[in-house]
């Protein structure tokens, strides 16, 4: 009796064990900011694209496809010519994320990894068309120009594979080793033009002060000889008087001069 229990029980455990991993096999779930695809075995790609939650399907004939639909980045170096034949390094950093309704399409068409094969080509393209319309020199002081040129037409290109594009930006932008010497070469240049225009200028400067140091002292000279011409020995005089007063001053406020009158004895009580 023992028996026949145990044995019902292990059959009822097996078919709930099999009941489960029926159910559970056709059970799938569909995580936050992602979406499904049908694949049938029979009818092949279904076009209606399943949403977030748990879904049903039929086990072995169905498979659920998940594609991530939120915004992720990729960062595309391209190297390329502009319009004046120099080779530029640029790195492009794309926001995109697929079209919802469009996701049967893109995996029938293109697969899975639909942005390992379209982004890098399409961007290549329209990187070498854009930069071929600026020489180099324009790619630095139109960066910006340049930047919302390649996103509208990358935004429109990757339009027609289903894909959206919501952030295009150049993150680095640099130049050949030739023509980044010949900057350098014509920033020198530049800085010694600017030195030697400078030393002119301070020559210039120099000599126009020179002129009106020597017209001053002719002027003085010549004003200095009209006042002797016209005063005779008077002015002389003056400036004699002058620089006597002036040298007697300076000697009486030393304490080691002392004044004796002339003309007369005058005893001094030196110290024993």
């Not at 992602?34 to 039929?58: K, N, Y």
């Not at 600026?134 to 509208?152: K, M, N, P, W, Y």
């Not at 620089?243 to 007697?248: L, S, T």
Request: hydrophobic share 45%; aromatic share 6%; charged share 25%.
């Amino acid at each position: 009796m023992a028996a026949k229990v145990f044995e019902s029980i292990g059959k009822l455990g097996l078919g709930l064990a099999v009941a489960g991993g029926v159910v559970n096999s056709a059970l799938y779930n569909v995580d936050a900011g992602h979406r499904a695809v049908i694949f049938d075995r029979f009818r092949g790609v279904q076009d209606t694209v399943v949403g977030e939650g748990t879904h049903f399907l039929i086990p072995w004939v169905q498979k659920p496809i998940i594609f991530d639909c939120r915004s992720r980045p990729r960062n595309i170096p391209v190297i390329t010519g502009s319009k004046d034949l120099q080779n530029v390094n640029i790195t492009l950093r794309i926001l995109f994320r697929p079209v919802t309704a469009q996701l049967p399409r893109i995996f029938t068409s293109i697969g899975e990894d639909y942005d390992e094969r379209v982004l890098p080509s399409i961007t290549t393209e329209i990187l070498k068309s854009v930069v071929a319309r600026f020489d180099a020199g324009e790619l630095i002081t139109q960066r910006e120009l340049v930047s919302r040129q390649v996103s509208e037409d990358l935004t429109e290109r990757a339009a027609t594979f289903g894909l959206i594009l919501d952030d295009v930006s150049l993150t680095h932008l640099t130049f050949g080793k030739e023509f980044t010497e010949a900057v350098e070469m014509k920033q020198v240049a530049q800085q010694e033009a600017e030195r030697a225009r400078f030393i002119v200028e301070k020559a210039e400067q120099q000599k126009k002060a020179a002129v009106i140091s020597a017209e001053g002292d002719s002027k003085a000279a010549e004003l200095i000889a009209n006042s002797l011409a016209t005063a005779g020995d008077g002015l002389i005089e003056l400036r004699k008087l002058e620089a006597a007063e002036d040298i007697a001053y300076q000697l009486s406020r030393s304490r080691n001069i002392t004044y004796l009158p002339s003309g007369q004895s005058v005893l001094l009580q030196l110290p024993q």
